[in-house]
T-cell receptor
């Protein structure tokens, strides 16, 4: 089944303890992206990647890192999590269509992160 | 980036067509119109997209006005499972960033 898999689904951690949220897709998609969703603020893009070893900042990259060493994986790293990073996180992937136009994201099921 | 304007919420009776409007008056010539929906706190789900012509797939129809300044997503026979937040998004040419906005909360009622 074509899908984007995020792990873990739920995570409670303490301030300052490094964590990684994994994201993997099995559709050979070039494009991958991370979003966070907060009440009243909607979905905001954190980082995205157009292909292996190519990453760039979204709208809210502060406090996050990403890497794209393999096409299928795009982990989100919080080096020193803080309570304001408590949020619902989504990973998404997409084919890049003709001249860079995508044909629709596939989203993961989400990771609910709580930082205390 | 073209911004979109959608009603905050809409109601629809089960079995009837749901017509969700979206204004995107500043859309540029190369930008597509995409529709996604999010059921509760699940990951958003792609529905349909289009550039100029009307589009139809197994989920919905997309009607884009001739001047491309607005569009309507049509769910032909809404069911209770279609209750969700529907996002109208205008995609940048290079597809680097998507802006989801606030969307329309569609309530399908029995």
């Amino acid at each position: 089944e074509a899908q984007v898999t995020q792990n873990p689904r739920y995570l409670i951690t303490v301030t300052g303890k490094k964590l990684t949220v994994t994201c993997s897709q099995n559709m050979n998609h070039e494009y991958m992206s991370w979003y966070r969703q907060d009440p009243g603020l909607g979905l905001r893009q954190i980082y995205y990647s157009m292909n292996v070893e190519v990453t760039d900042k979204g709208d809210v990259p502060e406090g996050y890192k990403v890497s794209r060493k393999e096409k299928r994986n795009f982990p989100l790293i919080l080096e020193s999590p803080s309570p304001n990073q408590t949020s619902l996180y989504f990973c998404a992937s997409s084919l890049l269509g003709d001249r860079g136009r995508g044909y629709g994201y596939t989203f993961g099921s989400g990771t609910r992160l709580t930082v205390v | 980036d073209a911004k979109t304007t959608q009603p905050t919420s809409m109601d629809c009776a089960e079995g009837r067509a749901a017509n969700l409007p979206c204004n995107h008056s500043t859309i540029s010539g190369n930008e597509y119109v995409y529709w996604y929906r999010q059921i509760h706190s699940q990951g958003p789900q792609y529905i349909i997209h289009g550039l100029k012509n009307n589009e139809t797939n197994e989920m919905a129809s997309l009607i884009i006005t001739e001047d491309r300044k607005s569009s309507t997503l049509i769910l032909p026979h809404a069911t209770l499972r279609d209750t969700a937040v529907y996002y109208c998004i205008v995609g940048l040419y290079n597809f680097n960033k998507f802006y989801f906005g606030s969307g329309t909360k569609l309530n399908v009622k029995p």
